[in-house]
């Protein structure tokens, strides 16, 4: 039993190409800081994503951030943010003392709903106070109703950031996640799609934005011989060697979408049919990644909750977890407001309760998965059978 191996939600996955890059780099010496690797992968990522222009930095919250700044965001300004997602799509509105404000999900793609990002807005314009972003996360690769909230955006002349941290490869109406809003943003995380070990990348259609984006990521240096700054920067450029990661990492995304998707349908057929359990919906006119296989379990047509299944799996060293936890629930934000789906009804808050995410990882043994989905369905079996005897 305890030789068993630990299953993880997701682990990062190499090509074995990813050597070939480092080596060029160390041959070259260009190690640090700039080289042909971060310049190759910029351009790689916006020809993939189906944008202009790309700035490598050293994180997806990175990305975020700057794209705040290149947006003038200033203390007191408003943001608004998904509420249904990781606490880094946030935190950069608390780096510039702004004031987020949460957008709750909708229940077809557990995304911002555009009938509360209207009512945020239309409440925000009453009062003069429109924000100075809107942030929209893709969750768990699947994306949000682009059109609706990019045309309610420009109604309001709010441009839209586009977290695609967990999206890389996702489709909506057959364009690629990410090139929707003002600016997307990406990450190369250890957990995600993709993986340089750790990386982000901010990609936009407007030149000058990019620009000044590694601009700003490399300490804001003036044109001079001495070292001049005028502006506040950060030290947020992707190293030479991460980016050589990068470059082998995305070669195969296409390849990496297939077996995540491979990975969700699996589980779909082998507990897809059991009543109360429901897997993330594939709106239509959308490709998901399936970054992460998320699903919710009804305790009263199950018997068995999440909690007890997450718990069942961590005792057979399988990592399962909760979806993430609303923002507007988070102590850290509590003083924020937030826009349910309906005046009475939050959607985050019953996916939270009821939601979990599988082991998805492209590397996983199909063996791995089957050990996963019988300890699934003995807890479910075992659970029905004391509830109905
Ligand atoms: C991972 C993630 C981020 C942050 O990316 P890092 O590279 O870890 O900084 C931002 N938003 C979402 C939705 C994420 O899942």
């Not at 700044?69 to 943001?79: A, K, M, S, T, Y």
């Not at 409440?123 to 994306?143: F, R």
């Not at 990019?210 to 920067?233: M, N």
């Not at 961590?314 to 309906?342: D, N, T």
């Amino acid at each position: 039993m305890s030789k068993k191996k630990r299953i993880y939600l997701s682990s990062p996955h190499m090509t074995g190409r990813e050597q070939d890059y480092i080596r060029e780099a160390f041959d070259l010496n260009w190690i640090a800081p700039l080289g042909n690797h971060v310049d190759g992968f910029e351009q790689e990522m916006a020809e993939y994503v189906g944008v202009k222009h790309a700035a490598a930095v050293i994180s997806g919250t990175a990305a975020i951030h700057l794209a705040l700044r290149l947006l003038e965001v200033e203390p007191g300004d408003r943001v608004f943010c998904s509420s249904l997602t990781f606490v880094a799509s946030a935190n950069p509105i608390l780096y510039e003392k702004a004031e987020p404000v949460f957008i709750d999900s909708e229940p077809d793609t557990w995304n911002m709903a555009p009938a509360a990002l209207e009512r945020a807005l239309r409440d925000a314009a009453e009062t003069d106070n429109l924000p100075k972003a809107v942030i929209v996360v893709n969750l768990y690769g699947q994306s949000a109703k682009m059109k609706e909230l990019a045309d309610l955006c420009e109604s309001y002349d709010v441009p839209m950031i586009e977290d695609a941290a967990e999206s890389l490869g996702s489709e909506y109406h057959g364009r690629k996640s990410g090139s929707f809003g003002t600016f997307g943003i990406f990450s190369f995380n250890g957990n995600k799609i993709i993986t340089t070990s750790g990386g982000g990348m901010l990609t936009s259609n407007d030149e000058a934005m990019i620009k000044k984006a590694r601009f700003l990521s490399t300490q804001a240096k003036d044109p001079s011989l001495h070292y001049q700054h005028s502006e506040l920067g950060f030290n947020y450029r992707m190293s030479n060697i991460v980016a050589g990661i990068g470059r082998a990492q995305l070669e195969a995304i296409d390849r990496r979408v297939q077996q995540r998707r491979n990975v969700f349908h699996r589980y779909q057929e082998a507990v897809g049919d059991i009543n109360g359990i429901d897997f993330m919906p594939e709106f239509s006119g959308t490709l998901s990644n399936r970054w992460l296989t998320a699903l919710t379990v009804d305790p009263e047509k199950t018997g068995a909750d999440r909690t007890a299944i997450i718990e069942a799996l961590g005792e057979e060293k399988i990592e399962a977890r909760p979806v993430w936890k609303p923002l507007h629930q988070q102590p850290l934000f509590e003083e924020y407001s937030y826009y349910p789906f309906q005046e009475k009804h939050s959607v985050s808050d019953e996916l939270f309760e009821y939601g979990m995410c599988l082991p998805s990882g492209s590397n996983m043994k199909e063996e791995d998965q089957e050990r996963v989905i019988s300890r699934i369905q003995a807890v479910l079996r075992k659970k029905y059978k004391q509830r109905f005897q």
